[in-house]
């Protein structure tokens, strides 16, 4: 079993539009474990969702903050995660791609 991350910060019709991808990802990867990176206003309305494992909160500090970069980084690393989806697309999302993504 591995783990799957799914990137979807939004706003709350675009998480509930991100069911669909996020019940297909589970689906095609039915053993692995599938955890979203949110942000806090839908962690916890997310974490009833049965397609996920797991929610994993990103409060999208300003990126000059290096501590929390730093923190938010070694909690993703220790997942040790072997597919990324980022249903985001933003440039946030980008920047962590090349910060915290191999």
Known sequence: MSNILIIK???LG???QANGAIKNIKKSFPDDRVLLLTT???AEFMSSCP???GVLIDKR???WN???LSK???MIERF???KIFDLQNSSRTKFYKKFFFK
Do not use: V
Request: charged fraction near 20%; charge should be positive; aromatic fraction near 20%.
């Open 66 to 68: 290096i501590f929390y």
């Open 40 to 42: 806090p206003p839908y």
């Open 51 to 53: 397609y996920l494992d």
């Open 14 to 16: 675009d998480i509930i």
């Open 9 to 11: 910060h939004g706003s």
């Open 72 to 74: 938010l980084k070694k």
């Open 80 to 82: 040790s995660f072997t």
């Open 61 to 63: 500090l300003p990126r």
